[in-house]
C-alpha cells in the first residue's frame, strides 16, 4: 500500500514556481523520500531523492519538514515540459528497494 | 543511448496467447526490477533481480507470469495464456546494487499491452 499522500491534480503558469506536496505522516527513519515524474506515453523518470535535509539538484528542490511526516517537491521554473504526473514515494529500503508508487499528482503547466 | 531499452514497445494479442517482453538494463546495473501500470494508475511492482537471482515477487505475480534473467544481463517476462486483465504498461528498471545512485532506478519506456 502506497504510504504518501498527494493531491490529485494541480495547476501552474508557465516561468513561475511550483510546489507539489507529499504528506507521509508513517515515515520511519530509513525510509528515503523519492520523486519520479512520468511524462504521457513514458516510463517514469527520477526527479530527487532525499532523507533528512533539502536537497537540490538540476531539475528541482526538495524540502523536507523537521519531522519528515512531509516533504516538498519545487520547482523553480516551470516549463511546458514539467507537465506530468509526479510521483512522491517512500522506499521500501531493505535488500530490495521496491518502489511502491501512488497515484501521484497531475501537473498542468498553462502558458 | 545507454538508458534501459524494452521490447516490444507495443504487443496486441489474442486472449489465449502467450506473449514474451524484454528488458535491457543500463550495463553496469546489477538490479533489475518489473513493474506494471494500469490506465490511472502509478506502477506496481512486479519482481525483482539481483544479478541473476529472482529474489521477490509480488502477489500481483500470477503463476502465468515468469520472469527470467539468465546471465545478470537483460531479462524477459513471459505472461502465459493471456486475459483480458492483463492489459496494462510493462515497465523495466534498472539501478546499482550499491555505491553511489543505488537509490535510484531508472526506467525504460515501457512495453504496451493490450489483450484482446
Known amino acids: 500500500d502506497a504510504k504518501t499522500t498527494q493531491p490529485n491534480s494541480m495547476e501552474s503558469n508557465e516561468e513561475e514556481p511550483v510546489h507539489l506536496p507529499c504528506n507521509h505522516s508513517t515515515i520511519s527513519g530509513t525510509d528515503y523520500i523519492h520523486w519520479y515524474r512520468q511524462l504521457p506515453s513514458q516510463g517514469p523518470e527520477y526527479v530527487i531523492h532525499?532523507?533528512?535535509s533539502n536537497v537540490n539538484n538540476r531539475m528541482a528542490s526538495l524540502a523536507i519538514a523537521e519531522d519528515r511526516k512531509s516533504s516538498t517537491l519545487i520547482l523553480h521554473r516551470a516549463t511546458l515540459r514539467d507537465a506530468a504526473v509526479y510521483y512522491c514515494i517512500l522506499s521500501e529500503g531493505g535488500a530490495t528497494n521496491k518502489l511502491i508508487f501512488g497515484t501521484g499528482t497531475l501537473l498542468a503547466v498553462q502558458p | 543511448d545507454t538508458g534501459v531499452s524494452q521490447n516490444p514497445r507495443h504487443k496486441i494479442t489474442k486472449r489465449g496467447q502467450n506473449v514474451t517482453f524484454r528488458c535491457d538494463p543500463i550495463?553496469?546495473?546489477?538490479?533489475l526490477y518489473w513493474y506494471r501500470q494500469t490506465l490511472g494508475q502509478g506502477p506496481e511492482f512486479l519482481t525483482y533481480f539481483q544479478n541473476e537471482a529472482q529474489l521477490e515477487k509480488s502477489r500481483l505475480l500470477s503463476d502465468r507470469f515468469s520472469a527470467e534473467r539468465p546471465k545478470g544481463s537483460f531479462s524477459t517476462l513471459e505472461i502465459q495464456r493471456t486475459e483480458q486483465g492483463d492489459s496494462a504498461m510493462y515497465l523495466c528498471?534498472?539501478?546499482?546494487?550499491?555505491?553511489?545512485?543505488?537509490?535510484?532506478?531508472?526506467f525504460g519506456p515501457g512495453t504496451r499491452l493490450l489483450v484482446l
Open positions: 528498471a534498472s539501478s546499482p546494487a550499491s555505491g553511489r545512485g543505488y537509490e535510484t532506478q531508472y
Open positions: 532525499g532523507l533528512t
Open positions: 550495463s553496469e546495473h546489477n538490479r
